[in-house]
């Protein structure tokens, strides 16, 4: 206000001036002094107009721990004393660049803002390894400890990991916490509690100022998979492998709740999973958990035909094939079979699962899978064998079976009944045991099973 108001001043004289040279001789006498005055007008006048149309650049750069660049990220300017258009914004480009001009001889204050898409590169693999660091068994750089802090308490706790589940399963639409936080480079951040600088003074400017750069920390991305680009290519590595989880094919009635166990195919080594599921003509109760410790905090039923779960551990899990995981409830609308009703796909929790080397697999869900049986018979161990062998089968529930013998022509060698109890069972078979060298066929019969491989024994 005070530039502009000498500025207007200035102009006023230099009006005035101009018109007294154009008066009587007797004004006219006195040219030599309004000269004089015109001078000194004239030098304060670019005195003014130097100090309020000289601008230098302030500039800087933006990038994650991995060293990408961040774009749209809202790069804030307020100024010392006030002037007119502050606080003044511009926004960093693909690079993670952003630069703006300012007017010399102010004090100026920079501070960011990315406040958007909470669940960017936010995943239950990030849990197991928030569990892992909360139990010391993995170490975290402190960009990773500000990644963790999901609740924006200074701390890493538990209430971190529930804060992270809930965005992860819709209960809650983002963190406590800034989706995005940035560290001024070349300072140090403090831990107990977390605490950095996130703006930069500039004193004075009077020419162009770069390397005010910050690193930008993604808020409950502790393994750093954010997508900063389109098509980012920046992802979690990818198992080949699939996590196949298994249900037999039951008929729903409408109006009745349906438990349906659900297992594995092939779970070993693995830290937790996610996905969605989805139902037709038919509504979710709950989830009762089964060897997996399961419940209803690992789960939301966003609407009566939605679910979205995550189930995440420490140390990885393994189960048999036999083994119920977890049991859902459901009731149908309509007579239905379930084959036709459910659903497992990634609507809204991304489908995936995480394996002993933290790599992201897919998960899928058989309905009455062929290859799936509540009683499995493997190959004996070893074969062909000389002296004796193992024979390992697994049934669901605990119930006499029987094993039986035969050679080529159908003969029975040898019958052998035991109580099977749920999970693996075995049996060990010596030659003495079957008299016989040879092709030999064995046979396990269950209440609804009846499954038979070959062994071959040699002299």
Not at 209 to 232: C, P, Q, R, W
Not at 322 to 344: E, M, P, S, Y
Not at 449 to 459: L, Q, R
Request: charged share 20%; hydrophobic share 40%.
């Amino acid at each position: 206000m005070k530039s502009f108001f000498r500025l207007s001043m200035v102009s006023f004289i230099l009006a005035m001036l101009i018109s007294f040279e154009g008066q009587s001789a007797s004004i006219s006498s006195s040219k030599t002094d309004i000269l004089k005055i015109s001078n000194k007008v004239s030098s304060e006048f670019s005195e003014y107009v130097m100090l309020d149309t000289l601008k230098s650049y302030i500039s800087g750069t933006i990038l994650t721990p991995r060293g990408d660049g961040l774009k749209d990220v809202s790069v804030k300017f307020t100024v010392h004393p006030q002037l007119a258009n502050y606080p003044k914004e511009t926004k960093s480009n693909t690079s993670g660049q952003y630069n703006a001009d300012h007017y010399q001889g102010y004090d100026y204050t920079i501070a960011l803002e990315k406040n958007d898409d909470h669940n960017n590169g936010v995943s239950t693999l990030d849990m197991v390894f928030i569990q892992r660091y909360i139990l010391g068994i993995d170490t975290f750089t402190v960009y990773q400890k500000v990644a963790a802090d999901a609740n924006d308490d200074g701390k890493i706790t538990a209430a971190d990991l529930t804060e992270i589940r809930k965005l992860l399963l819709g209960i809650k639409p983002r963190l406590t916490n800034q989706s995005w936080r940035f560290s001024l480079k070349g300072t140090p951040i403090l831990l107990s509690p977390i605490n950095f600088m996130e703006y930069v003074a500039v004193k004075n400017l009077a020419k162009d100022m770069s390397g005010y750069d910050f690193t930008a920390i993604k808020i409950g991305d502790v393994n750093y998979s954010a997508e900063v680009h389109l098509n980012d290519q920046h992802i979690s590595k990818r198992s080949t492998q699939k996590l196949l989880l298994c249900t037999d094919n039951v008929t729903l009635q409408p109006g009745e709740n349906i438990r349906i166990p659900v297992r594995a195919e092939k779970l070993n080594d693995v830290f937790g999973f996610q996905y969605t599921l989805n139902l037709n003509n038919a509504s979710f109760v709950g989830i009762e958990k089964g060897v997996l410790d399961i419940t209803d905090e690992n789960i939301w039923i966003k609407t009566p035909d939605q679910m979205t779960l995550s189930y995440s551990e420490a140390l990885p899990i393994s189960a048999s094939q036999n083994d119920v995981l977890f049991t859902l409830v459901v009731r149908a609308d309509q007579l239905a079979q379930l084959k036709d009703v459910i659903h497992l796909n990634s609507d809204f929790t991304d489908a995936e699962y995480y394996d002993k080397a933290f790599n992201v697999g897919d998960v899928q869900l058989l309905v009455n899978n062929s290859n799936f049986s509540a009683v499995q018979l493997h190959q004996n161990m070893p074969n062909p064998f000389s002296d004796e062998t193992v024979i390992s089968f697994e049934v669901a529930e605990a119930q006499p079976i029987s094993l039986t013998f035969y050679d080529l022509s159908g003969k029975v060698l040898g019958k052998y009944e035991m109580q099977a109890v749920p999970g693996n069972n075995i049996m060990r078979l010596t030659k003495d045991m079957l008299g016989v060298s040879g092709t030999v066929f064995y046979s396990l019969q269950a209440a609804d099973a009846v499954i038979s491989k070959k062994m071959i024994i040699i002299e």
